[in-house]
């Protein structure tokens, strides 16, 4: 019986009702996913693959021995909105982040789809579609394929292939010691979701959190041509913390962010005062507190809580030399927030401050 044999039309689905996630908050957090990721197995060494598994990158990359490289991706998850084709558009927009976060220039996309057909209409299911390929038109590629299967909860996301000139490929281990750092999007749609699913989010947020999901990060292939863009991610489901220490780690040094100059979207800290947050949350700050320490914060929940925020199709994380300020800056906008800056590798690899 397909959801009580009534029509999409007939009546709303709310979507994020029959998952037990939401966006990339359905992500594993980083200290199981370091357990999942431990391997005994000995592989041996393939010098074309120029980014693979063992630097946490948000995708793989192989040279293609012209002076190009493949860039190669997937990202899939539950419903993050009730609506079918802004889940779609959101969710592909997020898989084909990966690739600007690498620099690279998009080609094509094959769509992932989990759906579960005896709940919900295939009318449903086609809106979703629907809303990837809004996404992938809007880039100009094809949704040229995929793969589907009955699941119990819906998932949708996308396999996206890339290209990009070998120079101007970006990592996220990359940084250097005195880089800036700015961050292209604001925090807080992981809260800001959650307080749609407790059916409590106000209307004008509601607009705010699907633009800003919807936004591509286009802008990642302009600022891979830039040489003083040192290294670059996007910021997904382990919050602004946990890829900022990734990026830290795998440069073997620090960071230090201006907690004042953390974009959030508006309405953010109300919802996060109501005690209303993603359980990512809690699960990021348990996998990565250790490695963070605070400089006259005042309310280090509240900062440790909207930093663990886990963002679907988040900014663009993004390491500067000061030399190539005025570079950056003419490509992100004078009001691209600066929140940070690369230190000298110390005890904690963040430090938040005032």
């Not at 880039?139 to 890339?162: M, N, Q, R």
């Not at 802008?219 to 990734?246: C, N, Q």
């Not at 005042?298 to 930093?307: F, I």
């Amino acid at each position: 019986m397909i959801h009580d044999s009534i029509p999409a039309t007939q009546k709303p689905v709310l979507l994020t009702h029959y998952s037990h996630g939401a966006g990339c908050g359905c992500k594993i957090s980083p200290k199981v996913l370091d357990e999942i990721l431990k391997t005994q197995i000995t592989i041996p060494a393939n010098d074309k693959l120029l980014v693979g598994n063992s630097s946490r990158d948000d995708a793989a990359v192989y040279d293609l021995g012209n002076g190009t490289a493949l860039i190669s991706t997937t990202d899939f998850f539950m419903p993050i909105v009730d609506d079918a084709f802004d889940f779609g558009r959101i969710a592909a927009a997020n898989s084909i982040s990966d690739v600007f976060a690498m620099g690279g220039k998009p080609l094509m996309a094959i769509a992932i789809l989990g759906w579960p057909v005896e709940k919900l209409s295939t009318e449903i299911a086609q809106r979703v579609i629907e809303g990837g390929r809004s996404a992938c038109h809007e880039v100009g590629i094809p949704l040229a394929g995929g793969h589907s299967i009955d699941a119990p909860e819906p998932i949708f996301g996308l396999a996206v292939t890339g290209i990009v000139s070998n120079e101007n490929l970006k990592r996220n281990n990359t940084a250097e010691e005195n880089d800036l750092l700015f961050l292209t999007k604001p925090l807080g749609v992981g809260i800001l979701s959650t307080a749609q699913k407790k059916g409590v989010l106000k209307k004008e947020h509601q607009k705010l959190m699907i633009g800003q999901m919807t936004r591509l990060n286009s802008i990642g292939e302009d600022l891979g041509k830039i040489k003083g863009v040192t290294a670059m991610t996007d910021v997904t489901g382990f919050g602004l913390l946990g890829h900022l220490i990734e990026m830290a780690e795998g440069s073997g040094l620090s960071a230090e962010v201006f907690y004042d100059k953390i974009p959030l979207t508006d309405g953010v800290r109300d919802y996060l005062s109501q005690k209303i947050f993603p359980g990512a949350v809690t699960r990021n700050w348990n996998s990565y507190g250790e490695k963070v320490s605070f400089e006259n914060i005042d309310n280090t929940q509240e900062a440790s809580s909207l930093l663990s925020d886990p963002q679907t199709n988040g900014g663009l994380l993004v390491s500067v030399r000061p030399d190539s300020l005025d570079e950056v800056r003419a490509v992100l906008g004078k009001n691209t927030p600066l929140i940070g800056k690369m230190i000298k590798a110390n005890k904690k690899r963040v430090r938040i401050k005032q």
